[in-house]
Structures are given as structure tokens and as C-alpha cells.
């Protein structure tokens, strides 16, 4: 019995999952003719969802070789609730009020099923958030102070929770299964078919030849992977076993390599054009076009791969690290043998920029392709078959599972903080201790985010900082879409900032390095995310939102800045650099990205600090080649 439901059922429902969430985006039931409500959809989502997992993932412990009784009954319980939601959600949804012990008792099901798989995928950090916010829900009436709430009852609480188009079924369970999904589907295909690899590949021959060359197929491999995969920590885990390894062997140290790893695969959650699954939560929850937000994250993304570049580089030339040891392939033969995977992301981006389609709909067009490709061509002897078809269906299935519990898991708190009005009240609270003082609201905002996020996924991070911390900083006139990019960025930060830095951690244990070492270096590499994102929230520009002729000026100078402050954190430019030059060229930096709208005095700080900062990086090149010479003599 528990080898059936290990090695058949369990990767069945997975593809049965998949095959659903494809015939969503694909709008089969319209094109058929067929009237379905999506939550009926989502509901046999949800049973096959929580069946699988605890068919499974043991109560406790990493594997397991036999299915107990009591998780088959669980796995039983929740098909027959997901059934049933399938079936009875039309009345429910639609005679709520009339209908309350029906939906009591449906939440009083699904809910601790819910809550038991959070636990075994996502860990108990996340759940002691959701019990902590469960818990206000029902006495919300009795905290004293800006933060008192309306309570419910728990009959009500459960009901709302089970069935409400605001909660279980709501917005995040939408985007997750109706967009991001296919996003997945897509990764899985190209993984099946040999497309991940030749990414690292492509990145081996673009970067390898160059100084440090190992350290930057790192930094292009899973920044291009990480924006696919969806979550940091994953990537680092799958990529960083090609990555660190490689970075060892050319030079650099345990804690430099981890910490590499762990920023470039962080940085693929706000890397265009998939950006994670955050991109399309943001454009549902702003309700703006996806493309706006691609557009927007296209400045920021590249200042932050841009000063891990520099970084990289400079670590390198100090530490006399070269290129790559071993014989790389060359460009023109990558191409020929794997260009065809450039297809899939030419017609996803024709797509949404020119055609204007639906991200669903642009991903599906790029599935399809890869799947037509992929039968005719053969990348190192992978070919697409019937059976990696079928893999790819499942494999989707399993990454998007984790994701719907943890989206429910959010779409619960976003529901309580609306219904108790905990959100206005954190609002108002977070705008009373920053005073008149933007800078102070950023601040506070800033560590809010990073502390709210430690521990948790991509997706619930951002629904969670969306609902809690956005509001307060648009209300304080900073532009709705700022604010949302300012708490994406401080919340995927917490991957790599102490004490939990999970990005930081997975990758200190590839290491074997110091986890909290590795951590602090992190955040020396990814420094850059500290700082634009208070830039673009004073000023627009950096989300190419504004004059062309500010954005132009912002850029460039910002570019300038990144290099100068990139440069002083290492203390390395032609030659060693002294503390105090390094102090001085990291405040050159800083006064050379200041935004142009700030004041009208700020382009002339910007010309200033560049000239000077130009003029330094001359003469230490310079007094470099006179300590050469020297010693030739």
C-alpha cells in the first residue's frame, strides 16, 4: 500500500495538479463552453495538494519509506473536503449567510489540514506567525491601545477563513495557481530538457575567460536560474553545488563563495522578466500591468548585479584569483548547440511587451515551444519524450504545492488584518513614531520588513509586507508602486540578514563555513538593496518612472556610485586602498547616486563627486604602475 502511494498516487496527483492549473491558463473551460467558478477549480487544487503531502512528507523527519494510517486518513479527510468544496462552493459562496454551520464545519476541516501541511513544507516559523494572527482574530477586542481590533467569533472565524473569497480562496491562491504555475511548468521543462543547464553553460562562456571568471558564472547562473525557480533558498541549494565548488577551486575563500552564491540567487526574486512569483502578487494587488512592473524592476535589478560584479572583480584582483582552470567552452559552440532556448524567452517577452498578452498566456506560448523544440532538437543527447513530458507535469506539481499552502497561509493573515482593521491600525502606528520624517518612516519601515520576513518564502514575505507596511509609506506620499518595490526589496533581504538568513545559511552549510560569517559577507555583497531602495522611494526615476532626461542623469549617476562604493568595500582598485580613502570614496558614492529631484543643488553634488572620485581612481591606477615599475627596477 505505501509503496503505491509513494512511487504511483503521489506523483499522479502532482501531475494532475499541473494538468489543471495548464487547462486554467489555457481558458479551455470557456473555449468549451463549460461554467465553472475558478474556486471549484482551486478546491480539487487544494484536496490533491494536501493529500500528496501527507502522502508524502512524514510528521517529523526529512523521508520516509511507509504511510501511516493516520496520514492516509488525513490524506482521505482532504480529498473528500476538497471534493467537496469542488461541488457545493457555488451555494455556499452564494447563500454564505444562510449557509454558516455548512461552512463552519468545512473550515473546521480544511483549516488544521491546511495549518498541519504548512508544518511539514514550510516549518513552524510561518505557522507561529499564522497562530500568532489566528489568535488576534478572535481577540482582537481585548489588546489595548491604536492596535485593538474587531474579533470574531470562532464559528465565524472558521467559516470566513474555509470558504471567503478573501481568504482561503482569495487573491494569492488565484495568482499562485493561475499564473505563477505555469511560470513553474515552464522552469520544469526547460530543467527536463537540458535548458537549466545551458544557461550555466552560456553563463561559463560569457563570464569564465575573464578575472574571477568562476565567481561570475556564479552570479549570471543563478541570477538567471533564481529568477525562474521562484525561491532563493532552492536555488542556492541547486545551483550553489555547481557554483561554490568551482569558486573554491579558482581561489576564492569558504566565506566569500557562499556568500556570492547566496546574494546572486537572492537577487533572482527581483530579477525581470519573471521576477519570482512576487511580480504578478504586485500587479494584481496595484492593478497595474505586469510589464509596469518589469519595467519598473529593470534599474534596480541591474545596480544590484552590477555592484556584485564589481565586487567579485575586486575580490579577485586581490586576491590574485584568475580565470577559470579548465578548458571552457566557447561562445559560438554554446549558442549552436542551445540557442534554440532563446526562443522560449524571445516570444515571452514579444509577447507581453508587443502582443500585450496575459503573463499566463505569454508563459504558455513559451511552454509550448519548448515542448515543440525540445522533440525536434537534443541539447548533450536530452531530448524532450513523452516520459520528461510527464515529469515536467509532476515536478511543477510538487514546487507549486509548497506554494499554495504558504499563499493560503497569507491570504488568512491578509484577511484578519482587513476584517480586524489591524492593518489601518499598524498603519497609523507606523506613521505616529516617524513624526513628519520620511526618512525615519523608510527606517523603521526598512527593519520591519527585514524582521517580518526572516524565515519565510518569497511569496509570503511580499503578501504580508503588502497588507502591513506599504500602506503606511504610501500614505506618507510616497507612490504606490515605490513603496511596493521598497518592502520587496527589505523583505528578500531577510535571506541574507542576520540572524536568519536562510539564503545565507543553505549556503553556509555547502561551505562548511561560519553561517553568521557568511551571512555578514552577504550583506557586504548585496549592500546596493540596502541602499537604492531609498532613492527610488524619494525619487521615482530609478523605476523609470518620470522625465527621460532625470531618468537618464539618475542612472548614470547611480551606475558611478555603485562602482565607487563597490570598490571601497572591497579596498581594492588598481592597488590596495587605505581605510581613509576607502571611507572617502564610499561617501564620493553616496553623493554621486543621490537622485536629481531631490533638490536643485543635487547635479552639481553629483558632477562633483564623480570628478573626484574619477581623479583618485586615476592616481591609485597610476601610483599602482609606478610600484610595478619600481619593482622592475
Given at each position: 500500500?505505501?509503496?503505491?502511494?509513494?512511487?504511483?498516487?503521489?506523483?499522479?496527483?502532482a501531475a494532475a495538479i499541473t494538468i489543471i492549473v495548464v487547462v486554467l491558463a489555457g481558458d479551455l473551460p470557456f473555449y468549451l463552453k463549460v461554467s465553472i467558478l475558478l474556486q471549484q477549480a482551486l478546491g480539487v487544487v487544494l484536496g490533491l495538494g494536501l493529500a500528496m503531502t501527507?502522502?508524502?512528507?512524514?510528521?517529523?523527519?526529512?523521508?520516509?519509506?511507509?504511510?501511516?494510517?493516520?496520514?492516509?486518513?488525513?490524506?482521505?479527510?482532504?480529498?473528500?473536503?476538497?471534493?467537496?468544496?469542488?461541488?457545493?462552493?457555488?451555494?455556499?459562496?452564494?447563500?454564505?449567510?444562510?449557509?454558516?454551520?455548512?461552512?463552519?464545519?468545512?473550515?473546521?476541516?480544511?483549516?488544521?489540514?491546511?495549518?498541519?501541511?504548512?508544518?511539514?513544507?514550510?516549518?513552524?516559523?510561518?505557522?507561529?506567525?499564522?497562530?500568532?494572527?489566528?489568535?488576534?482574530?478572535?481577540?482582537?477586542?481585548?489588546?489595548?491601545?491604536?492596535?485593538?481590533?474587531?474579533?470574531?467569533?470562532?464559528?465565524?472565524?472558521?467559516?470566513?477563513?474555509?470558504?471567503?473569497?478573501?481568504?482561503?480562496?482569495?487573491?494569492?491562491?488565484?495568482?499562485?495557481?493561475?499564473?505563477?504555475?505555469?511560470?513553474?511548468?515552464?522552469?520544469?521543462?526547460?530543467?527536463?530538457?537540458?535548458?537549466?543547464?545551458?544557461?550555466?553553460?552560456?553563463?561559463?562562456?560569457?563570464?569564465?575567460?575573464?578575472?574571477?571568471?568562476?565567481?561570475?558564472?556564479?552570479?549570471?547562473?543563478?541570477?538567471?536560474?533564481?529568477?525562474?525557480?521562484?525561491?532563493?533558498?532552492?536555488?542556492?541549494?541547486?545551483?550553489?553545488?555547481?557554483?561554490?565548488?568551482?569558486?573554491?577551486?579558482?581561489?576564492?575563500?569558504?566565506?566569500?563563495?557562499?556568500?556570492?552564491?547566496?546574494?546572486?540567487?537572492?537577487?533572482?526574486?527581483?530579477?525581470?522578466?519573471?521576477?519570482?512569483?512576487?511580480?504578478?502578487?504586485?500587479?494584481?494587488?496595484?492593478?497595474?500591468?505586469?510589464?509596469?512592473?518589469?519595467?519598473?524592476?529593470?534599474v534596480p535589478a541591474m545596480l544590484y548585479y552590477f555592484a556584485v560584479f564589481i565586487m567579485v572583480d575586486r575580490v579577485a584582483a586581490k586576491d590574485k584569483v584568475g580565470q577559470v582552470d579548465e578548458e571552457l567552452p566557447m561562445m559560438g559552440s554554446v549558442l549552436l548547440q542551445g540557442?534554440?532556448?532563446?526562443?522560449?524567452?524571445?516570444?515571452?517577452?514579444?509577447?507581453?511587451?508587443?502582443?500585450?498578452?496575459?503573463?499566463?498566456?505569454?508563459?504558455?506560448?513559451?511552454?509550448?515551444?519548448?515542448?515543440?523544440?525540445?522533440?525536434?532538437?537534443?541539447?548533450?543527447?536530452?531530448?524532450?519524450?513523452?516520459?520528461?513530458?510527464?515529469?515536467?507535469?509532476?515536478?511543477?506539481?510538487?514546487?507549486?504545492?509548497?506554494?499554495?499552502?504558504?499563499?493560503?497561509?497569507?491570504?488568512?493573515?491578509?484577511?484578519?488584518?482587513?476584517?480586524?482593521?489591524?492593518?489601518?491600525?499598524?498603519?497609523?502606528?507606523?506613521?505616529?513614531?516617524?513624526?513628519?520624517?520620511?526618512?525615519?518612516?523608510?527606517?523603521?519601515?526598512?527593519?520591519?520588513?527585514?524582521?517580518?520576513?526572516?524565515?519565510?518564502?518569497?511569496?509570503?514575505?511580499?503578501?504580508?509586507?503588502?497588507?502591513?507596511i506599504a500602506p503606511a509609506i504610501a500614505e506618507a506620499g510616497v507612490s504606490p508602486l515605490s513603496a511596493h518595490m521598497f518592502i520587496l526589496y527589505f523583505g528578500m533581504m531577510s535571506m541574507i540578514t542576520p540572524p536568519v538568513a536562510l539564503c545565507a545559511f543553505t549556503a553556509a552549510?555547502?561551505?562548511?563555513?561560519?553561517?553568521?560569517?557568511?551571512?555578514?559577507?552577504?550583506?557586504?555583497?548585496?549592500?546596493?538593496?540596502?541602499?537604492?531602495?531609498?532613492?527610488?522611494?524619494?525619487?521615482?526615476?530609478?523605476?523609470?518612472?518620470?522625465?527621460?532626461?532625470?531618468?537618464?542623469?539618475?542612472?548614470?549617476?547611480?551606475?558611478?556610485?555603485?562602482?565607487?562604493?563597490?570598490?571601497?568595500?572591497?579596498?581594492?582598485?588598481?592597488?590596495?586602498?587605505?581605510?581613509?580613502?576607502?571611507?572617502?570614496?564610499?561617501?564620493?558614492?553616496?553623493?554621486?547616486?543621490?537622485?536629481?529631484?531631490?533638490?536643485?543643488?543635487?547635479?552639481?553634488?553629483?558632477?562633483?563627486?564623480?570628478?573626484?572620485?574619477?581623479?583618485?581612481?586615476?592616481?591609485?591606477?597610476?601610483?599602482?604602475?609606478?610600484?610595478?615599475?619600481?619593482?622592475?627596477?
Open positions: 500500500m505505501s509503496g503505491w502511494l509513494l512511487g504511483r498516487a503521489q506523483p499522479l496527483m501527507f502522502i508524502a512528507r512524514p510528521a517529523f523527519g526529512k523521508s520516509r519509506d511507509k504511510v501511516p494510517v493516520y496520514d492516509i486518513i488525513f490524506a482521505i479527510l482532504s480529498l473528500v473536503g476538497g471534493a467537496y468544496v469542488a461541488v457545493r462552493y457555488p451555494v455556499m459562496s452564494g447563500e454564505f449567510f444562510f449557509r454558516q454551520t455548512e461552512t463552519f464545519l468545512v473550515g473546521l476541516v480544511l483549516i488544521p489540514l491546511v495549518v498541519e501541511a504548512l508544518r511539514r513544507t514550510a516549518g513552524l516559523g510561518l505557522v507561529g506567525i499564522l497562530g500568532f494572527f489566528l489568535a488576534y482574530g478572535l481577540f482582537a477586542d481585548l489588546v489595548p491601545g491604536q492596535l485593538e481590533g474587531r474579533a470574531q467569533s470562532l464559528p465565524n472565524l472558521f467559516s470566513y477563513l474555509g470558504v471567503d473569497l478573501n481568504a482561503m480562496f482569495g487573491l494569492p491562491l488565484v495568482i499562485i495557481t493561475s499564473v505563477v504555475a505555469i511560470f513553474i511548468f515552464l522552469g520544469q521543462l526547460l530543467l527536463h530538457t537540458g535548458g537549466s543547464e545551458w544557461f550555466t553553460e552560456l553563463a561559463i562562456a560569457t563570464t569564465g575567460r575573464s578575472r574571477g571568471g568562476s565567481a561570475k558564472i556564479s552570479v549570471v547562473a543563478s541570477g538567471l536560474f533564481g529568477s525562474i525557480s521562484g525561491s532563493a533558498v532552492s536555488n542556492v541549494a541547486s545551483t550553489g553545488v555547481i557554483t561554490i565548488p568551482l569558486m573554491r577551486h579558482a581561489g576564492y575563500s569558504g566565506i566569500n563563495a557562499g556568500a556570492i552564491e547566496a546574494v546572486a540567487s537572492t537577487g533572482g526574486q527581483f530579477m525581470p522578466p519573471i521576477m519570482g512569483a512576487a511580480a504578478f502578487l504586485m500587479s494584481e494587488i496595484l492593478e497595474i500591468p505586469y510589464t509596469d512592473i518589469v519595467v519598473a524592476a529593470l540557442g534554440h532556448f532563446l526562443l522560449p524567452f524571445v516570444m515571452l517577452i514579444y509577447a507581453l511587451f508587443w502582443l500585450w498578452a496575459e503573463p499566463q498566456r505569454a508563459a504558455m506560448y513559451a511552454a509550448v515551444i519548448v515542448v515543440l523544440l525540445g522533440f525536434v532538437r537534443s541539447y548533450k543527447g536530452q531530448r524532450m519524450s513523452l516520459a520528461k513530458l510527464i515529469g515536467s507535469f509532476g515536478g511543477a506539481g510538487l514546487v507549486l504545492v509548497e506554494l499554495v499552502f504558504v499563499v493560503i497561509g497569507a491570504g488568512w493573515v491578509m484577511f484578519i488584518l482587513n476584517t480586524t482593521g489591524l492593518g489601518e491600525g499598524f498603519t497609523l502606528f507606523l506613521l505616529k513614531q516617524a513624526g513628519d520624517s520620511l526618512l525615519l518612516l523608510l527606517l523603521i519601515a526598512a527593519f520591519a520588513s527585514i524582521i517580518l520576513g526572516m524565515g519565510m518564502p518569497t511569496s509570503a514575505v511580499y503578501l504580508l509586507l503588502a497588507a502591513m552549510s555547502l561551505t562548511r563555513e561560519d553561517p553568521m560569517r557568511t551571512a555578514m559577507r552577504s550583506m557586504m555583497f548585496a549592500w546596493v538593496a540596502y541602499i537604492i531602495p531609498f532613492l527610488f522611494a524619494y525619487s521615482p526615476t530609478l523605476l523609470l518612472q518620470g522625465e527621460w532626461q532625470a531618468t537618464m542623469i539618475d542612472v548614470a549617476t547611480a551606475c558611478v556610485g555603485v562602482y565607487f562604493i563597490s570598490t571601497a568595500f572591497v579596498g581594492y582598485a588598481t592597488k590596495e586602498m587605505n581605510p581613509a580613502m576607502r571611507v572617502l570614496l564610499a561617501a564620493l558614492g553616496l553623493g554621486a547616486m543621490l537622485p536629481a529631484m531631490l533638490a536643485s543643488w543635487v547635479v552639481f553634488a553629483n558632477v562633483a563627486c564623480i570628478v573626484i572620485g574619477v581623479l583618485y581612481l586615476f592616481q591609485n591606477a597610476a601610483a599602482a604602475r609606478k610600484a610595478i615599475a619600481g619593482a622592475a627596477d
